[in-house]
């Protein structure tokens, strides 16, 4: 199993650029999410899919949007790239496990795109 | 809003033991998990926390008291390897959906 793949690995935009991102998974997963994530700030929500057909904004969702194609796919658009979208943007997929005290969703990450706007 | 507090940074010693403090402020806490994530890697699950108390896997154990709004990642017998950024995390639940906030994580440098 490949896990969660994204797709590019890096990326050079200039301003005003549009540009999808991609990211698959292969464990079946109902959820998934995408982070960006800037230096000393953790990682923050745009957007997740709790299920196919749903989505949903996060904390920054301004400037992005999203599409999830079928339940492995699920794509994150820039339309009109700003260098304030400079960041590493990682694609997230989640199961449901259970420990004590109840469910919790266990995230399994991509090893992100890493994107310049110039 | 959410709000969730941990130390920058933390440096140790291989061999030695480490805590990682992470307090928080949120509506609708449901749990609390660790995420390991090396530089430039992807983040990885550590654990997870929903009563209080104490969680044990292998070397790493995690705490929680709902009452305080606190918890801690134990790191026993450091290895070079540790050295990473841990976030700690809350779990929140709205329309039967869960997602995770982080907070701003914490990088370990475990010298030898």
Redesign the interface.
Known sequence: NAGVTQTPKFQVLKTGQSMTLQCAQDMNHNSMYWYRQDPGMGLRLIYYSASEGTTDKGEVPNGYNVSRLNKREFSLRLESAAPSQTSVYFCASSERNWGRGGSYNEQFFGPGTRLTVL | GQSLEQP?EVTAVEGAIVQINCTYQTSGF??L?W?QQHD??????LS????DGL?ETGRFSSFLSRSDSYGYLLLQELQMKDSASY?C?V?LWAS??????????TMLLVSP
């Not at chain 2, 039967?96 to 994580?105: A, D, I, W």
Request: charged residues 5%; neutral net charge; glycine residues 20%.
């Open positions: 920058s449901y749990g998990s995420y430039g890697g992807a983040p990885t699950f997870y926390n929903a009563l969680e976030f995390a779990t039967g959906y869960s997602t995770l906030t982080f907070g701003k994580g």
